[in-house]
């Protein structure tokens, strides 16, 4: 089994994956090979909270110039929509966020 930290790369804060915070819904980037279960798990180690829901989401790169008419890619990555459940506490990480 991976490392928890291997799993769950880091969470996204944006204005649009901080509205579902006060519904207990976070967002993290995930490794790639991860499958909910995995991720489910490395959640409740991390944090110490209680999952009932996970949603993945795998991110495409986006065509990106390079300058000079030279085309590159930026990465591919993997998103997770994390529900915690009614009884659950909140992670203290996005508190202040809000």
């Known amino acids: 089994m991976a490392n928890v ?7 996204i804060i944006t204005e649009r994956s901080m509205v579902d915070v006060a519904n ?17 798990n ?6 110490g909270v209680k999952v009932a829901k996970v949603n993945t989401l795998n991110v495409s790169g986006k ?6 008419g030279r085309l590159g890619k ?11 459940a ?4 909140t992670i203290e990480l996005f508190e202040g966020m809000v």
């Open 24 to 40: 207990k819904k976070y967002v993290f980037e995930v490794a790639k090979d991860a499958g909910k279960v995995e991720i489910k």
């Open 86 to 89: 009614e009884d659950s506490k």
């Open 42 to 47: 490395a959640v409740e180690t991390a944090f």
């Open 5 to 11: 930290y291997d799993i769950i790369i880091r969470p």
């Open 74 to 84: 930026t990465r591919s990555w993997k998103k997770a929509y994390v529900q915690l």
């Open 63 to 68: 065509a990106k110039r390079l300058g000079a």
